[in-house]
Nanobody, 125 residues
């Protein structure tokens, strides 16, 4: 089992920056593709960003490309989501996600084997 614990979500203003963190349990973190999803009220959970297990490949949703950056620190079993130039439409619960070891980068929710509990990000206008 893999446990994922997100942190860093809070209320910010439009244009602000925020960094989310996701701490993972276990000794297989460095072998797992990781990702971030979000879910706004009344909407389906959507893909935000992903990073390969090696860290060499990243992927982003078009709506966050150029503003968000996903990274990982395998020594600390942690994946990050740096969010810049935040917009009110970025308001959502953000979820950390993990995939089976050594698989390809996460592209959608069907690729996810483990979910975190979520952290709320609210962007005021």
């Amino acid at each position: 089992q893999v446990q994922l614990v997100e942190s860093g979500g809070r209320l910010v203003q439009a244009g602000d920056s925020l960094r989310l963190s996701c701490a993972a349990s276990g000794r297989t973190f460095s072998s797992r593709p990781m990702g971030w999803f979000r879910q706004a009220p009344g909407k389906e959970r959507e893909f935000v960003a992903a990073i390969s297990w090696s860290g060499g490949i990243t992927n982003y949703a078009d709506c966050v490309k150029g503003r968000f950056t996903v990274s990982r620190d395998n020594a600390k079993n942690t994946v990050f989501l740096q969010m810049n130039s935040l917009k009110p439409e970025d308001t959502a619960v953000y979820y950390c996600a993990a995939r089976t070891v050594y698989r390809n980068i996460i592209a959608g929710p069907n690729d996810v084997n483990y979910w975190g509990q979520g952290t709320q990000v609210t962007v005021s206008s």
